[in-house]
């Protein structure tokens, strides 16, 4: 099997719970082993002046292959 296979990232979907994202990497055959998350900024300009605003977060988990 080549490495690029033993590993795979899932990202929580839109409109996915997170219980849903470790549901499906389940069905895949992947078990979580690391959780990321990123804020999502929204880039604000008022008064000729830019300013950025968090407005929701990516949620990335990192699972391997069961064996």
């Keep these: 099997m080549s490495k690029s296979k033993k590993k795979m990232q899932f990202e929580v979907q839109e409109n ?6 470790l549901e ?6 992947y078990v979580p082993v690391c959780r990321t ?3 999502v900024f929204q880039e604000i ?4 002046e830019t300013s950025y605003e968090p407005v929701g977060r ?3 988990f990192e699972g391997v ?3």
Excluded: N
């Design 37 to 39: 998350e990123k804020p």
């Design 16 to 21: 996915e719970t997170i219980d849903a994202c």
């Design 65 to 67: 292959k069961s064996e």
């Design 24 to 29: 499906r990497m389940k069905k895949q055959g």
């Design 45 to 48: 300009k008022k008064d000729g």
């Design 58 to 60: 990516e949620i990335i």
